[in-house]
Nanobody, 119 residues
Framework: QVQMTESGGGLVQAGGSLTISCVSS????????MGWFRQVPGKEYEFVAG???????LYADSVKGRFTNSRDNGMKTLYLQMNDLEPADTAVYYCNTVSLATRRPLGSWGRGTQVAVSS
């Protein structure tokens, strides 16, 4: 099982950009499809983006065209570049192994990284 640690969150103004990342503390991420999820208090985890190896990736409709995910298998790291941020993007962001068919997480959760977008 891959255990990921997220970082890079912060407070940005609407329209701004932020790149968050997560890194595996142990095992390589190479064999896995990886994804980003987000959660706001009182709601379920929401799929944001996912990718396999070198593909263009899958994105939730709400972030398509604004967010881009990428991975560096050698560094065991996943990135999410977020542009044109909106207040609705405010959430705690998590990465996880993912089923791209169902867009559901497959592993355990890390602590996440908080992204807050002010209007």
């Amino acid at each position: 099982q891959v255990q990921m640690t997220e970082s890079g969150g912060g407070l940005v103004q609407a329209g701004g950009s932020l790149t968050i990342s997560c890194v595996s503390s142990g095992r390589t991420i190479s064999p896995y499809a990886m994804g980003w999820f987000r959660q706001v208090p009182g709601k379920e985890y929401e799929f944001v983006a996912g990718m396999w190896q070198g593909d263009s990736g899958l994105y939730a409709d709400s972030v398509k065209g604004r967010f881009t995910n990428s991975r560096d298998n050698g560094m065991k790291t996943l990135y999410l570049q977020m542009n044109d941020l909106e207040p609705a993007d405010t959430a705690v962001y998590y990465c996880n192994t993912v089923s791209l068919a169902t867009r559901r997480p497959l592993g355990s959760w890390g602590r996440g990284t908080q992204v807050a977008v002010s209007s």
